[in-house]
């Protein structure tokens, strides 16, 4: 249930893992994994036995950025959803 009962206060309830607090750690992290990814495909691309396993870290830099643009978007629209409501 996302409102409360109440008619006179219908405040969003927002889950605690939607918070802003929760999607700035999660982008840390990402950060994090993002460039330990591109580090891997540098050292990959540098060593020729490790060539063939360059989609590894290839994958962590595409998945990684995939998230951080989901919850980069999901931040401004809330952000510009509180800008339009005041």
């Not at 020729?48 to 401004?76: F, K």
């Amino acid at each position: 249930m996302r409102l409360y009962q109440n008619p006179l206060y219908r405040k969003l309830i927002v889950p605690w893992w939607d918070s802003e607090l929760a999607c700035a750690l999660v982008l840390m992290f990402m950060f994090a994994v993002f460039s330990f990814g591109v580090i891997g495909v540098t050292v990959a691309n540098d060593h020729l036995e490790y060539r063939s396993y360059i989609w590894v870290p290839a994958t962590l830099v595409v998945l990684s950025a995939g998230v951080i643009l989901s919850i980069t978007v999901r931040l401004i629209r809330r952000y510009l959803n509180m800008k339009l409501k005041s």
